[in-house]
């Protein structure tokens, strides 16, 4: 199994920056790819960026060039470096993990408001 613990989310003012880790433990290689999603209040939970074991990288068009997901020590902590943040940016993000054999994890999830 994995287990994902989300950190750094909080409350930042309009075109400020945060940086969301995600901790990694148990199995971690039997991870293929990882990635952040987020789910605003009343909303369908969406994919915001993922990175593949290659390190290739996928961004939803709203956080392109503004946001930026990378990894470290294989898949031991993934980061999402989210600058120029927008009010429409607030919601809760959530740690993916895709394992082989096709087991999806998921983390708590890390709350994110943008408000002035």
């Known amino acids: 199994q994995v287990q994902l613990v989300e950190s750094g989310g909080g409350l930042v003012q309009p075109g400020g920056s945060l940086r969301l880790s995600c901790a990694a433990s148990?199995?971690?290689?039997?991870?293929?790819?990882m990635g952040w999603y987020r789910q605003a209040p009343g909303k369908q939970r969406e994919l915001v960026a993922t990175?593949?074991?290659?390190?290739?990288?996928n961004y939803a068009d709203s956080v392109k060039g503004r946001f930026t997901i990378s990894r470290r020590d294989a898949w031991n902590t993934l980061y999402l470096q989210m600058n120029s943040l927008k009010p429409e940016d607030t919601a809760v993000y959530y740690c993916?993990?895709?394992?082989?054999?096709?087991?999806?994890?998921w983390g708590q999830g890390t709350q994110v408001i943008v408000s002035s």
């Open positions: 993916n993990a895709d394992r082989f054999g096709g087991f999806s994890t």
């Open positions: 148990g199995s971690i290689f039997s991870i293929r790819h």
């Open positions: 990175i593949t074991s290659g390190g290739s990288t």
